[in-house]
């Protein structure tokens, strides 16, 4: 497996988030995109069908290690807390006085989170199956820009970006 700390330190680490939120969308990704309009929009669109789609993705992942790499599979608590650790003492910290100053919904924060550890844990699993959806989205704020839902039936349709 490989370690978290060093996708932390090399990837996340080095976003500067939602600095171009707002902006056109400059940047090719590797999934249908759709931009809303203001942070309101977004507010909206973090929502339980947007959580949904998200758990529904990690499940695949955490089925797949369970089902075939069983030994590897019984560290993911593990890893997982050294992620949150690693995000909580780092970006994390500069999301939440972000979100707080602009008087955001918390729910952004928590999406921002999900969004994180589980690219981690995508990574931390990479070995045995290759990163995928919330590694994608990487891309999305590593372009200054948020993920915050879905437009379609998963998988068609395309992602909601600000």
Known sequence: ???????????????????????????????????????????????????????QIRNQLTSTLHENWREGYRQWNNITMEAKLLLKDGVLKNISTFIQENKLNNCIY?????????AMMEYAYSTYVKPGFHTDLLEIYNSGHIPCGWKGKWPQGSLLIF
């Open 1 to 55: 497996m490989n370690e978290v700390k060093d996708f932390y330190d090399n990837k996340i680490s080095k976003i500067d988030f939602f600095s171009n939120c707002g902006d056109a969308i400059n940047a090719a990704f590797n999934v249908n995109v759709t931009q809303v309009r203001n942070w309101v929009d977004v507010e909206k669109k973090v929502n339980s069908t947007w959580d949904n789609v998200r758990l």
């Open 110 to 118: 928590e999406s921002v989170e999900w969004d994180l550890l589980t």
